[in-house]
């Protein structure tokens, strides 16, 4: 800032040039006081009129520094966008995977104020032709959309490359809801009583993951059954973590609401007799990490073959019969009977002391249940021994909370505030869902075609 000028004040700076005649620098101070130029000119008039034009257009809000539309569309990602942009840490870590492996290789050395509608149509047929989904080519999108409208806000760029570029439409399959004699088989399936319950408050409360694992004595009323929904957690990269953990909770749900809900008798019963039992405190977890146990794989038992005798000719020329520990080691051979012998036979020196065991695999956990640990060690095996027949998601549970609530005769409203949902037209979805809600309309129409027959 130039000692002793004041804000919105310009002149014209007289220089002399290498061919010894006066030139004239149009000045003026932009509104944090800096110094800016509006041109060179060769006459004093000229150059008036710049800094006064630039004054005015400052004044309007219309004019921004030139050289930020020049940056690359990495730099201006990497450098204002994103550390900048306010989201959640879980959001963060998304956007930062789909920056990287879709947006910015295509868009990368683009200046901002040069990338035009057509460049971004071209980036969805190119996202298309690679076999992305329509869903994956619309979050994209919205990354994109989202970098392109701050842009423009902060005068980087004038014009919104993503506005009137269509994407492949996302379809939206039928909500496939689990009855509750399905649910009642994926019950029984489940291995342990800290999991069993998990997965009953889930179906009563059609909590959402992060708010039903974060779950603590001091959210309920033991004596109303009322829960009160006040925190969520996340599973973040440590990396996206302030802290550089695993779990962060955030100090409100989705929807920046709290939500209060009443919940059966008998559920809260056995919710206040499991914590008596496991002696949880007000503050600590109800539903934690359950003990860890790493399943050792059984030895594979001999293959056997019709194929050859001996192993392909190694680097040196030489064989190795089949199912030999030479022959996966030297081959090496990776067939079914060469890895069967091999697993057989460190199995064998593991039980008798002769290898140092390896220790007990953990998943990194400060009490809080993983998701994805119990989606693939936990879920998955109790549908598949419930014999469902397709594949249910945990999150599955929320919506048969809800098309149960409803196909019951519960008020739209208060199913939407129990969920926690921002807008009546997301609960509406849980109408008609369940197999059996089509009976009424057949009864009516079967009722009305029998009038007609008599």
Same mark, same amino acid.
Request: hydrophobic letters at 35%; one cysteine or more; proline letters at 6%.
């Given at each position: 800032?130039?000692?002793?000028?004041?804000?919105?004040?310009?002149?014209?700076?007289?220089?002399?040039?290498?061919?010894?005649?006066?030139?004239?620098?149009? /000045?003026?101070?932009?509104? %944090?006081?800096?110094?800016?130029?509006? +041109?060179?000119?060769?006459?004093?008039?000229?150059?008036?009129?710049?800094?006064?034009?630039?004054?005015?257009?400052? %004044?309007?809000?219309?004019?921004? =520094?030139?050289?930020?539309?020049?940056?690359?569309?990495?730099?201006?990602?990497?450098?204002?966008?994103?550390?900048? &942009?306010?989201?959640?840490?879980?959001?963060?870590?998304?956007?930062?995977?789909?920056?990287?492996?879709?947006?910015?290789?295509?868009?990368?050395?683009?200046?901002?104020?040069?990338?035009?509608? *057509?460049?971004?149509?071209?980036?969805?047929?190119?996202?298309?032709?690679?076999?992305?989904?329509p869903h994956v080519i619309d979050k994209n999108m #919205?990354?994109?959309?989202?970098?392109?409208?701050?842009?423009?806000? =902060?005068?980087?760029?004038?014009?919104?490359?993503? %506005?009137?570029?269509?994407?492949?439409?996302?379809?939206?399959? @039928?909500?496939?809801?689990?009855?509750?004699?399905?649910?009642?088989?994926?019950?029984?399936?489940?291995?342990?009583?800290?999991?069993?319950?998990?997965?009953?408050?889930?179906?009563?409360?059609?909590?959402?993951?992060?708010?039903?694992?974060?779950?603590?004595? &001091?959210? $309920?009323?033991?004596?109303?059954?009322?829960?009160?929904?006040?925190?969520?957690?996340?599973?973040?990269?440590?990396?996206?973590?302030?802290?550089?953990?695993?779990? $962060?909770?955030?100090?409100?749900?989705?929807?920046?609401?709290?939500?209060?809900?009443?919940?059966?008798?008998?559920?809260?019963?056995?919710?206040?007799?499991?914590?008596?039992?496991?002696?949880?405190?007000?503050?600590?977890?109800?539903?934690?990490?359950?003990?860890?146990?790493?399943?050792?794989?059984?030895?594979?038992?001999?293959?056997?073959?019709?194929? @050859?005798?001996?192993?392909?000719?190694n680097e040196k020329g030489r064989q190795y019969r089949?199912?030999?520990? #030479?022959?996966?080691?030297?081959?090496? /051979?990776? /067939?079914? %009977?060469?890895?069967?012998?091999?697993?057989?036979?460190?199995?064998?020196?593991?039980?008798?002391?002769?290898?140092?065991?390896?220790?007990?695999?953990?998943?990194?956990?400060?009490?809080?249940? @993983?998701?994805?640990?119990?989606?693939?060690?936990?879920?998955?095996?109790?549908?598949?021994?419930?014999?469902?027949?397709?594949?249910?998601?945990?999150?599955?549970?929320? &919506?048969?909370?809800?098309?149960? $609530?409803?196909?019951?005769? *519960?008020? $739209?409203?208060?199913?939407?505030?129990?969920?926690? &949902?921002?807008?009546?037209?997301?609960?509406?979805?849980?109408?008609?869902?369940?197999?059996?809600?089509?009976?009424? *309309?057949? =009864?009516?129409?079967?009722?009305?075609? +029998?009038?007609?027959?008599?």
């Amino acid at each position: 800032m130039i000692k002793g000028a004041r804000v919105g004040v310009g002149y014209a700076k007289k220089r002399i040039g290498t061919d010894g005649k006066p030139r004239y620098t149009a /000045c003026y101070l932009d509104l %944090r006081g800096r110094l800016r130029s509006a +041109g060179t000119f060769n006459g004093k008039r000229e150059a008036d009129r710049a800094w006064q034009s630039a004054e005015v257009k400052q %004044r309007e809000g219309r004019v921004g =520094d030139p050289r930020r539309g020049r940056l690359s569309f990495r730099d201006y990602v990497e450098s204002t966008w994103f550390p900048n &942009h306010v989201m959640e840490a879980s959001t963060r870590e998304t956007y930062r995977y789909n920056l990287d492996a879709h947006i910015l290789p295509w868009f990368t050395v683009m200046r901002m104020a040069e990338i035009m509608p *057509a460049d971004v149509r071209e980036w969805v047929t190119d996202q298309s032709a690679k076999g992305l989904s329509p869903h994956v080519i619309d979050k994209n999108m #919205t990354i994109l959309s989202g970098i392109f409208t701050t842009a423009l806000n =902060d005068q980087v760029t004038f014009l919104h490359a993503c %506005r009137g570029v269509k994407i492949p439409e996302v379809p939206k399959p @039928p909500l496939q809801i689990i009855t509750p004699e399905q649910f009642d088989q994926i019950y029984e399936n489940l291995p342990d009583l800290i999991l069993q319950l998990l997965v009953e408050l889930d179906i009563e409360s059609g909590m959402r993951w992060g708010e039903l694992t974060e779950l603590r004595p &001091h959210d $309920l009323s033991i004596g109303t059954g009322i829960v009160t929904v006040s925190r969520t957690v996340v599973e973040v990269n440590p990396k996206f973590h302030p802290e550089g953990k695993r779990f $962060l909770v955030q100090q409100y749900p989705k929807n920046k609401k709290y939500r209060r809900f009443k919940i059966s008798r008998s559920v809260m019963d056995k919710i206040d007799l499991f914590i008596q039992a496991k002696a949880i405190g007000t503050d600590d977890l109800i539903l934690f990490m359950p003990e860890q146990e790493r399943l050792v794989p059984e030895p594979r038992p001999a293959m056997e073959s019709d194929g @050859p005798e001996l192993t392909e000719p190694n680097e040196k020329g030489r064989q190795y019969r089949h199912g030999t520990i #030479t022959a996966y080691s030297m081959a090496p /051979c990776r /067939c079914d %009977r060469c890895r069967g012998a091999y697993a057989t036979y460190r199995s064998t020196r593991r039980a008798e002391g002769k290898d140092k065991p390896r220790g007990r695999r953990r998943r990194d956990t400060d009490g809080h249940i @993983p998701g994805d640990w119990f989606r693939k060690q936990v879920w998955h095996p109790a549908v598949a021994a419930a014999g469902i027949g397709r594949r249910v998601r945990v999150h599955d549970l929320r &919506h048969a909370h809800a098309s149960w $609530l409803l196909a019951g005769g *519960a008020d $739209l409203q208060v199913v939407k505030e129990r969920l926690g &949902h921002g807008s009546i037209a997301t609960t509406q979805r849980y109408l008609h869902t369940l197999p059996t809600a089509d009976e009424t *309309a057949l =009864d009516a129409l079967a009722r009305t075609r +029998g009038r007609r027959t008599r």
